[in-house]
């Protein structure tokens, strides 16, 4: 049995949606807001909600443009945001002893 303390996953990320959301933006490194929702297939408030909670945490950026007269939101995963997913994914996988 391993050591690990299960209280060290970070509840930032622990939740289903925000789990996506970094998984995806980890390999992806940014995507555009309509995008994401489409492969998460959440609301726009959902997704909305989750992005804010990961911003407020500055694991991810957000950038709203206009790409001519349309608005458009940008989300990029931030260092901070890259190293607290890898501590996550080696903090899962210590606690399952892999």
Known sequence: MSDFDYRAIDDVIH???????????ASARSSEFTALKKVLQVSDGNLSTH????????????????????????????PTGDAAFKAYVEGIAAMLGT
């Open 15 to 25: 939740s289903r949606v925000r789990l996506a959301i970094m998984s995806y933006l």
């Open 51 to 78: 992005l804010k909670k990961l911003e407020d945490h500055e694991y991810i950026k957000v950038e709203k443009d206009f790409v001519g007269k349309k608005p458009q939101t940008t989300i990029e995963i931030t």
